[in-house]
């Protein structure tokens, strides 16, 4: 295990130096920016966010790079928080493809499948935080869904009490 968590650490190492080089980090994190735009692509195929626009070629806009994007018809108060957050799932994928994966092609001694395995895990790890872009989105969706969770938590602790 302790193998493993260190061939971890050094691919996200990597991607992290590379992402001063804009376009090593567009190459070499490619797998992480497609599966943190599937994320998004997939939830809102599920909330009906309505998808419209499945881009993953970097852009240039002013002095900035923009590395993929999915455009949505359909972002409501409801939706847009949880297809914004979407790429939050790719750590409970990374952990299941560290335990599931990376731990037993170790310890069966399949180094090169192990390497490849713990790079495609920090990819999704390195790739799941929302960008700026996803936070803007997510805005009054995430403040409703906040505020929905404490009047939810508040009954549910009044009527456990007695109290309503």
Same mark, same amino acid.
């Given at each position: ?24 980090? #567009? &190459?070499?994190?490619? /797998?992480?920016?497609?599966? *943190? =735009?599937?994320?998004?692509?997939? $939830?809102?195929?599920?909330? +009906?966010?309505?998808?419209? #626009? &499945?881009?993953?070629? /970097?852009?240039?806009?002013? *002095? =900035?790079?923009?590395?993929?994007? $999915?455009?949505?018809?359909? +972002?409501?108060?409801?939706? #847009? ?20 994966? +990376? ?62």
């Amino acid at each position: 295990m302790i193998a493993s968590c260190l061939i971890l650490t050094a691919w996200l190492g990597i991607l992290l130096l590379a992402q001063r080089k804009t376009f090593s980090i #567009a &190459l070499l994190g490619f /797998p992480g920016l497609l599966l *943190h =735009e599937l994320m998004h692509l997939l $939830v809102g195929l599920i909330l +009906l966010a309505r998808p419209v #626009a &499945l881009n993953l070629w /970097p852009q240039r806009q002013g *002095h =900035e790079w923009h590395f993929g994007s $999915v455009s949505f018809t359909g +972002l409501n108060l409801v939706n #847009a928080a949880p297809v914004a957050y979407a790429p939050l799932l790719l750590l409970y994928a990374a952990w299941l493809f560290f335990h599931h994966t +990376l731990l037993p092609l170790y310890q069966s001694e399949q180094y090169g499948l192990w390497a490849l395995s713990a790079y495609l895990s920090a990819c999704a790890i390195f790739y799941s935080p929302p960008s700026s872009t996803d936070l803007k989105v997510a805005g009054w969706s995430t403040l409703f869904w906040l505020t929905l969770c404490g009047i939810s938590a508040w009954l549910y602790l009044h009527f456990q009490r007695g109290l309503l």
